[in-house]
Each structure stands twice: as C-alpha cells, then as structure tokens.
C-alpha cells in the first residue's frame, strides 16, 4: 500500500516569505507519479505538477519549486516570495502508474498555508 | 485545458430525498472518473471510480445503493445520494481523468441535508 505524509498541518507566513512544505511518500513500487495540488478556500483542487518516479530532475514553474529526491522518498514544494493568493491547502498525492485499480490517488492530510499580509 | 464542471455548486434538500450531481470533463474525454467526500479540514476520501459504460467500483464501507453513480459517457459522470440523510452533509468532488494519468478535480458540490 501506498502512503504520503504531510507532517506539516498549518503554516503561517508573512508575505514575501519564502515557504517550504514538505512531502513524503511510501511506495514498494518503483513507477509513480507524484502530484501537487493546491485547494483554495473556494474548495476547487488544482493541479500544480506532475513528477514521474524516473525523472529526479527539480522544476521551477514561476515563484514555484519543487525538489523531488527518491533517495529520502521527498517531494518537497517551495514558494518563493510567498502572497497572500497562496493561501490554500496544499495536498502532496502519489499513484502507481498503472491503468487498473491501481491507479488511484493516494492523498497527504493536506497543509494549511496561510500567507499575512 | 483539462477542465471539469460540476453541477449544482451547493445543494439543500430535505431528509430523505434523493440529490444527483453531475461531473463533467469540458474538453477531454474522461475514461475514468472518481468520486471524493470531503469533511472540513480533512483529506479526500475516494468513495468510488468509475469506467465510462461499466459499474463503479466502490471503496470499502461506501454504501453502492445509497451513493450511485452513473458514468454514461466519456464526458459526464452522475452521484446520486438516495435518501439522503443528515449525515451525508458534506462536501462532495469529482475528478476526471483522461489519457495522461492525471486527475483533474471538479469545483466540488456541497451538500446540506435538513
């Protein structure tokens, strides 16, 4: 069985903050893809990035980073100069890549950012 | 790209009536659909995935004769809470997944049972 840990509950930043929230995953298998989603307080998920298990490559997307590491099992998201927009929860998820009932997501508790002004 | 509606946005209904919510992908064909709760200030809780023209799985403890779920195209997939009852309250979403392996969540439905 799969399982993601999101060992941060709450965050508070104030703005312009750098904000690093973690991620970390349990897998036996050794295709996965490993998945960021940010839940406004309007309660829409939304996709921020896909990461497949074979590339560690790190990736920067505006004021967002991640830094995937399968040597610790991390995934870890930082925003950079963080605003008042990123408030959200922030869910780390992981799905085996397979086309049967394996395929499905398997969530973190979720981390509740909040950014002051 | 890769947006999913969902239809009603918020819902109140009197105990024991039946609510159906929709689930639609706008622009991509969904060959699978899931079905989440959410409680406040929890994780989703997958209730069920379902195949475009075939019965949903259900998740271990979700009720299949209280919660159906319809997925009669690649584009639409209905949850029908029958009989709701007070303890259905909750917060209900769905996610659309194509040919990339990524799911794609809908706006969600909240649902008030008096």
């Known amino acids: 069985a799969q399982k993601v840990t999101q060992a941060q509950t709450e965050i508070s930043v104030v703005e312009k903050e750098d904000v690093t929230l973690d991620c970390v995953y349990e897998?036996?298998?050794?295709?996965?893809?490993l998945f960021w989603y940010k839940q406004p307080p309007s309660g829409e998920l939304v996709f921020l990035i896909r990461?497949?298990?074979?590339?560690?490559q790190n990736e920067i997307s505006g004021r967002y980073s991640w830094n995937f590491q399968k040597s610790t099992s991390s995934f870890n998201f930082t925003i950079t100069a963080s605003q008042v927009v990123d408030s959200a929860v922030y869910f780390c998820a992981l799905t085996l890549i397979d086309t049967g009932a394996n395929s499905k997501l398997t969530f973190g508790k979720g981390i509740t950012l909040s950014v002051r002004p | 790209g890769a947006v999913v509606s969902q239809h009603p946005s918020w819902v109140i209904c009197k105990s024991g009536t039946s609510v159906k919510i929709e689930c639609r992908s706008l622009d991509f064909q969904a060959t699978t659909m899931f079905w989440y709760r959410q409680f406040p200030k929890q994780s989703l809780m997958l209730m069920a995935t379902s195949n475009e023209g075939s019965k949903a799985t259900y998740e271990q403890g979700v009720e299949k004769d209280k919660f159906l779920i319809n997925h009669a195209s690649l584009t639409l997939s209905t949850l029908t809470v029958t009989s709701a009852h007070p303890e259905d309250s909750s917060f209900y979403i769905c996610?659309?997944?194509?040919?990339?392996?990524?799911?794609?969540f809908g706006p969600g439905t909240r649902l008030t049972v008096l």
């Open positions: 897998t036996r298998d050794t295709t996965y893809y």
């Open positions: 990461r497949n298990s074979f590339d560690e």
């Open positions: 996610s659309a997944r194509g040919t990339t392996d990524t799911q794609y």
